[in-house]
C-alpha cells in the first residue's frame, strides 16, 4: 500500500492553517508559529521549474508534479517577525525503484528552509504513507515526516540537526488544518 | 534490522526531561508541558506486575521486559495544575511474529492516559525503529509513536483521536532529553 509522490503532492494541494511548535533543545526554549500555508500543483513545463531543474543538471522527463509553497505567519519567539516566502518544489523519482511506485527519489527546491541557496532532498515514502524527506545543508541538515491523518489533517515532524547528523538542535511539530473552499 | 521490544525498553530506561507541545485542534490552541519522566525496569515476578497479568488474563511466560514510568510536571493551561502519576507496562510479544524479533504485541498498562482504568494497547516496532503504540478507550483513541535521535534524546508524536478513529482532537510533541547519571 505504499502512495507514489504524485498522489502525495494531490492529497497536499490546498491552503492549510498550520500550527506549529518547535523546540529549541539547549535551552529548552518553547515557540509557537501559527501560519497559513498553500499547495499549488505547476506545470512540468513552467519557467520556473525549467530554471530549477536546468540549475541541477536534471531532465524534464524526469519529474514528477512539481508544486509551489507559500507562506505567511508569525511567531511569538519575536513578535515583529513576519514569517514569508515561498518555494519551487520539483521531486524526480528514482527510476527502477523496487515498489515500481516511485516511493523515492530527490527533491529538488529552489530554497532550503536553513539556508536560502537551492537545495536538493531525498525522499522516501515508507509503507504505511509516510513522507521521510532528509535534506543536506552547508552546516546543518534537516529531516521531516510528513503523513496525513485524513484527507484534511495533516502533520509534520521536523528535526534540524547538526551537520553531522549527530544532535539535534531544534525538533518541531506542525499540525496542519484544509482550509475547505467555501461552498457558493 | 527491526528492534525487539527488550531492546526497546532497554533504550528508554532512566531519567528524562521532557518539553511537550500539544495542539488542541478545535480552537487552535497550545498548550506547553515541562516535565521529568522516569522509566525503571521491573522484575517479571514483581508484585504489581504479577498483579495486572492476572487482571488482563496473561500468562507471565508470555511477556518481555515490564516497566514503570512516573512523571512530574506542570502545563501552563491550568498553572495551578500539577501533572504527577505513573503506570505499569507490561509487553506481550504476539507469539510467532514473522521477524522473529518480537516486534508487535500487547502493551499491558495499569492506567491509560486518557481515562484512569485498565487499558490494554498493540504495538509495533517497524523496520526504521518507531515505535507505534495504539489503545482504544471507551470515548478515544490514542496512538503513540516514539523514536531515538540518538542514545540520549527521543521524541514521542501522540494523537488522541475520536473513538471512531476518524477525527483527532489533540496532537502533541514531546522532545525527551536524558539526564545523564553525575560522575563520582
Known amino acids: 500500500?505504499?502512495?507514489?509522490?504524485?498522489?502525495?503532492?494531490?492529497?497536499?494541494?490546498?491552503?492549510?492553517?498550520?500550527?506549529?511548535?518547535a523546540h529549541h533543545l539547549a535551552f529548552a526554549h518553547f515557540e509557537e508559529i501559527r501560519s497559513m500555508i498553500e499547495i499549488e500543483g505547476l506545470a512540468k513545463d513552467d519557467p520556473s521549474?525549467?530554471?530549477?531543474?536546468?540549475?541541477?543538471?536534471?531532465?524534464?522527463?524526469?519529474?514528477?508534479?512539481p508544486f509551489k509553497m507559500s507562506?505567511?505567519?508569525?511567531?511569538d519567539w519575536n513578535e515583529d517577525d513576519v514569517l514569508k516566502g515561498q518555494t519551487i518544489l520539483v521531486p524526480v523519482p528514482h527510476v527502477g525503484d523496487n515498489s515500481g511506485e516511485n516511493n523515492s527519489g530527490k527533491l529538488l527546491r529552489d530554497q532550503g528552509y536553513a539556508e536560502t541557496?537551492?537545495?536538493?532532498?531525498?525522499?522516501?515514502?515508507?509503507?504505511?504513507?509516510?513522507?521521510?524527506?532528509?535534506?543536506?545543508?552547508?552546516?546543518?541538515?534537516?529531516?521531516?515526516?510528513?503523513?496525513?491523518?485524513s484527507d484534511n489533517l495533516r502533520f509534520r515532524?521536523?528535526?534540524?540537526?547538526?551537520?553531522?547528523g549527530k544532535g539535534v538542535t531544534t525538533s518541531s511539530l506542525s499540525s496542519e488544518v484544509r482550509i475547505l473552499p467555501k461552498s457558493e
Open 117 to 149: 541557496i537551492p537545495a536538493a532532498g531525498d525522499y522516501t515514502i515508507t509503507s504505511d504513507g509516510t513522507f521521510v524527506l532528509t535534506t543536506g545543508y552547508d552546516r546543518a541538515a534537516a529531516e521531516e515526516k510528513i503523513w496525513f491523518a
Open 157 to 164: 515532524v521536523s528535526l534540524i540537526k547538526t551537520s553531522d
Open 49 to 65: 521549474v525549467l530554471a530549477l531543474c536546468k540549475s541541477q543538471g536534471i531532465d524534464i522527463s524526469a519529474i514528477a508534479t
Open 1 to 21: 500500500m505504499g502512495m507514489d509522490i504524485d498522489t502525495f503532492v494531490a492529497r497536499s494541494l490546498g491552503k492549510w492553517r498550520s500550527q506549529r511548535s
Open 71 to 75: 507562506w505567511e505567519g508569525e511567531t
